[in-house]
């Protein structure tokens, strides 16, 4: 038997599921190691554990509850077959009433959407020019390249906004658990706004153009937008969509401030505790990692620690915010467990970035 087990590594590597996963499953009662080492906590699974794991593994991504899935694995060890059956008929039911429900509430929704007018329409459609500062402009795209979507399925998120509105360019960038937002002065312009979405690859171009010149020249025309710096230019077509309306996203609660020592808190959340999520967000791991606000600044939550005023959100996402920030120090703010985090810099409330929070499992 001893050739059989394997550690929480191998486990996770043969099961498909994470090693926070894992952990989160045996504090959960769920799928408990065969054999924990009293001095080091390292936890040991038998061979005989693997399928029950790959098992958990599947329906976790099929988005059963925890309620049930205890019950499948009950019904699965036990060899009931005909619990195990009825569990798994009775969530596709659920699903697919859900999946009705929802296709209901959207054809409403389209209808909705049909019927209204598209004001961001009108906005591409003005031509404009106007002078950029390369340095402001290439800081201001290297704080939210990070935040923008890689989802085809929402390919108005594929990009940058550039939103034009008198002598101020705001740079905008989402995929929805994130966002990021900076602010650029411009002359030459100073007249009516002005929206177009930038494709991430034309973004990175224009980045990459604003490293050398003083200035640049920014050209809006219908559905072209063109960056000019001496007699080098990046130029594209423009996103054929309408971005979310990303100033309503802006208005957070109030809450805690606390400045930060940006190295401190990243050697912090890069070695520091993790808790598994069933949410995966635009691609990235469960991994999370769990904040609170604390004495001074901000701590990196134990996984024993339910302090209420605790919020978790997705460590990569928070690890990229921190780079994106570009500062020694950092002001995270928290509005509560259901806010988002948001990250600003010292020197301008202008160029920040927020986080959605991620609901912990219990």
């Not at 795209?141 to 906004?161: I, K, N, S, W, Y």
Request: aromatic share 4%; charged share 25%.
């Amino acid at each position: 038997m001893e050739s059989e087990m394997r550690g929480i590594g191998g486990m996770a590597r043969d099961s498909g599921l994470s090693v926070s996963a894992l952990r989160f499953y045996d504090r959960a009662g769920v799928l408990i190691p065969a054999w924990v080492d009293p001095v080091s906590g390292y936890r040991w699974y038998e061979g005989e554990q693997v399928d029950e794991a790959r098992l958990l593994a599947r329906l976790r991504r099929a988005g059963m509850p925890l309620a049930d899935i205890r019950l499948v694995l009950a019904g699965w060890s036990s060899a009931d077959t005909d619990l195990v059956l009825k569990l798994l008929e009775a969530h596709l039911r659920r699903l697919e009433r859900g999946l009705s429900d929802a296709r209901g509430e959207f054809s409403t929704l389209r209808a909705l959407l049909e019927r209204r007018e598209r004001p961001m329409t009108m906005l591409r459609t003005a031509a404009v020019r106007l002078a950029v500062s390369a340095p402001e402009l290439a800081a201001a795209l290297d704080a939210v390249r990070f935040a923008a979507g890689t989802d085809p399925e929402l390919p108005m998120l594929g990009g940058v906004l550039f939103d034009i509105e008198g002598e101020a360019l705001q740079v905008v960038a989402t995929d929805r658990y994130r966002m990021a937002v900076a602010h650029v002065g411009t002359t030459g312009h100073g007249g009516p706004r002005v929206q177009v979405i930038v494709p991430s690859p034309l973004a990175d171009a224009m980045r990459a153009l604003s490293s050398d010149d003083a200035s640049v020249q920014l050209t809006v025309d219908g559905d072209r937008v063109v960056l000019e710096a001496g007699d080098r230019q990046a130029a594209g077509q423009c996103l054929d969509h309408d971005f979310p309306d990303y100033r309503r996203l802006l208005h957070l609660p109030a809450g805690h401030r606390a400045l930060i020592d940006v190295r401190a808190l990243r050697e912090a959340v890069e070695n520091g505790p993790v808790r598994a999520s069933e949410a995966r967000q635009d691609g990235a791991s469960g991994d999370l990692t769990v904040l609170k606000p604390a004495a001074g600044g901000v701590t990196v939550c134990d996984e024993g620690d339910d302090d209420p005023g605790q919020v978790a959100v997705n460590r990569e996402f928070l690890v990229d915010a921190l780079a994106a920030g570009a500062r020694d120090q950092l002001i995270l703010e928290f509005g509560g467990p259901a806010a988002p985090v948001a990250i600003r810099r010292t020197d301008s409330e202008d160029t920040f970035s927020i986080l959605m929070p991620v609901r912990l499992e219990h």
